[in-house]
């Protein structure tokens, strides 16, 4: 008396069934490839300050009421990206050359107005800078440290990037 009604569906055959597998296996996997060369293409620039010349030297200078130290910083961008230098550090301090004799000197060129550093480094070039450092407090550029002969100070050279490259020297 019942009829069945199964004979009447038709299911998809095998081979058209494995074709659509495979388009959207192969669909998927180009997608993931691009969303991948996209992550590693983002992620493989970055930028490495090689700092390899460090060292003070003792000078007499304008704005120095005692003793100042010239220090020296150079070294290269080993990195894929550029690089640009925008804040010194003297022992966790930022070296502040806004006023008086102090300055920062770097090459490449200083670009930035006064009272601010902006020293751009490309990559695979090298770059140099040098400031004052005096010993005494008052009117000092880094604020309220006072720096002595023997004594090591930490120098970091911060970047746009938020990258943090420490020097130590001591003052001769």
Known sequence: MYKNISNRRKAVSPVIATVILIAVAVALGIAVAFWASGLTSSFSKY?????????????TMTGCSSQCWEIHLGGQNTGSSDATITQIQV?????SWSTGAFNVTSSPANTGSAGT???PVPSGQSFTI???????????????KTFASGQTVQVTIITAAGNNYPASIVLP
């Open 91 to 95: 022992n966790g301090v930022p070296y």
């Open 130 to 144: 040098v400031f004052a450092l005096p010993s005494s407090a008052s009117g000092s550029p880094v604020s309220g």
């Open 47 to 59: 930028e490495k300050l090689g700092v390899n010349t460090q060292y003070a030297s003792p000078v």
């Open 117 to 119: 550093i902006n020293i």
